[in-house]
């Protein structure tokens, strides 16, 4: 299949390949160059922090926390 680069640098990735890789509008992919080949890769929708956010169970509240890491928690 091929596909022309616009004056903007835009393509129009063909819409077979878009339907079995199920590819949406808005779908934000990932471009990268391997051995002087354009590869597009689908970027992961999730934030990195949202990935981890919520995933320590501390027991205690996160003022609490940080008074005590800065040295200044209150002795309960």
């Not at 590869?39 to 008074?67: E, I, Q, S």
């Amino acid at each position: 299949m091929k596909t022309v680069v616009s004056a903007k640098g835009q393509i129009t990735i063909p819409q077979p390949l878009r339907r079995r890789l199920g590819i949406r509008a808005g779908q934000a992919l990932e471009v990268s160059e391997k051995s002087g080949c354009l590869v597009l890769a689908k970027a992961d929708a999730r934030d990195p922090v949202d990935a981890v956010y919520g995933m320590l169970k501390l027991g205690r509240p996160t003022d609490h926390l940080m008074a005590q890491l800065r040295g200044n928690a209150p002795h309960l």
